[in-house]
């Protein structure tokens, strides 16, 4: 142990009581953060999360909660969970920048959804601050402590965890990092392929009289496995094979949400806002020169641009809207991962002074790169002809603090775990020209990598 900050500060939560923030932050050496994501399967399985950016210089790993935002507030919940965290972190010192809890979670794609499924019992906002937090930024790594409480014994609620955390510690301080094996498969099923195949259709046809210009439809599989899948099993394998992607795990109850997304829907650094267009898409070729050809191709087709464009005028109508010194570049650029290529186009901006991570994403999701185009047209679309609840899938996931710092991932290409079965998500933005084999192909392509990480054949 090398640093250590202590903050304990009388606050108020809602209408509560006072209560006491206790805050301890430590520097350690580095260690494993999914063997400190695994050391808290006893204890707080269900109550974990786990994050690491695209370029792999944050890493967040949460266990317990010490306090939790959840609502069912519809278009309201953006602006509560905003509220509850102002009031919550503005009566805390922040003198100091490692004195800082952060709060990670994500909002399901639509509250308007009704179907229940796998999502029956997931809020449409739930966002947490761990009790052992762990932060690795670049190469240094913290483990925070947080306790909001208002018993007679805090202090030795305290003491105990903070015995806990030097075992989490030492847990994770391992030299070799545990490695599982994979689940076995014995089912796989595609469950609505033909009503998929048939909404393609039917949604062009839509199109096509102008009902919309762009309607992203999804579908998923359904697994069954041998035996329960835990959490560290699974994200070791999606750590491992995706590190080109933002990582994300959400315990929830029984089930895990999780997945590889190459997606940035948006990240706030010291006022400076980030977001990315990522739409159109092929694969990638067997070989440089072929996937080089592929790559063109995409670059130079008509269907994957119309697909894309809609994305950069959107995201750039709301940069506009809430930044000053929008800038963006003139064409899109290939975004290539382990099994896809996608055009892609960054867009940055300086945030206006009222304007905010959170509501930066309000006005963001969805994009038209996971809703459509017009928004509330597409939508309608997708309750009627997507016979499932996307949950998390396509939805902001990700974190802030109480700087107004944070980023959120789209959450494509990712599943639901509940114990023995998993549920995987792929779809795809439809324009007029769409064509139900090319978007059915595209989403076995997008199902690729977490299927690959439950060890599942690769259907093709
Ligand atoms: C909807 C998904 O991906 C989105 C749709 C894309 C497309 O249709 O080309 C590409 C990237 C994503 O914005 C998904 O992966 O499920
Ligand atoms: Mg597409």
């Known amino acids: 142990m090398q640093h250590k900050w202590y903050n304990a500060t009388e606050i108020e939560v809602g209408s509560n009581s006072k209560q006491i923030f206790y805050m301890e932050t430590i520097e350690v050496s580095r260690l494993s953060a999914l063997a400190f994501f695994a050391a808290g399967e006893a204890k707080y399985k269900g109550k974990r999360n786990f994050w690491q950016n695209r370029e792999k210089t944050f890493t967040l790993v949460g266990l317990g909660h010490a306090y939790k935002i959840e609502n069912n507030k519809g278009t309201k919940r953006f ?7 102002k009031q919550l972190t503005s009566q805390i010192v922040q003198e100091d920048q490692h004195l800082q809890p952060i709060l990670f979670g994500g909002f399901t794609f639509d509250p308007q959804n009704e179907v229940a499924g796998e999502w029956a019992k997931f809020p449409q906002s ?29 202090a030795q609620t305290f003491e105990t965890l903070r015995k806990e955390r030097d ?14 094996t994979k689940p076995t498969m014995i089912s796989y099923a595609e469950p609505f392929k033909e009503e998929y195949l048939q909404s393609i ?41 995706q590190p080109e992607s933002f990582l994300f795990g959400l315990e929830h109850e029984n089930m895990l949400f999780y997945g590889a997304s190459p997606e940035r829907l948006v990240k706030v650094n010291n006022g400076r806002a980030f977001s990315s267009c990522v739409a159109g898409s092929i694969k990638r070729g067997q070989t440089a020169e072929q996937d080089e050809a ?94 499932m609840n996307r949950g998390l899938y396509a939805a902001p996931i990700g974190w802030l603090d109480a700087d107004g710092n944070g980023e959120f991932a789209v959450a494509i290409r990712s599943a639901a775990l509940v114990q023995d079965k998993a549920y995987l998500y792929a779809g795809g933005g439809i324009v007029a020209d769409s064509k139900p084999q090319s978007e059915y192909e595209e989403t076995l392509v997008k199902f690729r990598p977490m299927l690959r990480a439950l060890g599942g054949q690769l259907h093709e």
């Not at 602006?79 to 965290?85: G, Q």
């Not at 690795?136 to 805090?154: G, H, K, M």
């Not at 039917?202 to 096509?208: A, N």
């Not at 901006?349 to 459509?372: E, M, S, W």
């Open 167 to 180: 075992e989490l510690i030492h847990a994770a301080q391992v030299k070799e990092v545990k490695t599982y």
């Open 294 to 387: 592929l790559g063109n191709s995409l670059l130079n087709d008509a269907k994957n641009r119309g697909e894309h464009h809609y994305v950069v005028e959107m995201i750039t109508d709301t940069f506009e809207k809430n930044c000053r010194d929008v800038k963006i570049p003139n064409g899109p650029k290939l975004l290539k991962i382990r099994d896809i290529q996608h055009l892609y186009t960054p867009v940055e901006g300086q945030l206006n002074d009222d304007a905010t991570i959170l509501q930066l994403v309000k006005h963001l999701h969805p994009t038209p790169a996971l809703g459509g185009v017009p928004r509330e047209a597409a939508m309608h679309i997708i309750r009627q002809y997507e016979p």
């Open 79 to 85: 602006d509560h969970v905003e509220s509850e965290w």
């Open 201 to 241: 259709d039917q949604v062009t046809t839509l199109i096509k009289a102008n009902e919309a210009q762009k309607v992203v439809i999804a579908r998923s599989l359904a697994l069954q496995f041998e035996e329960a899948i835990t959490s560290p099993q699974i994200l070791s394998h999606v750590v491992h094979e």
């Open 126 to 154: 739930y966002f947490t601050v761990a009790s052992h937090q762990l932060v690795i930024r670049n190469d240094q790594a913290f483990v925070t402590i947080n306790l909001i409480t208002n018993e007679t014994n805090s």
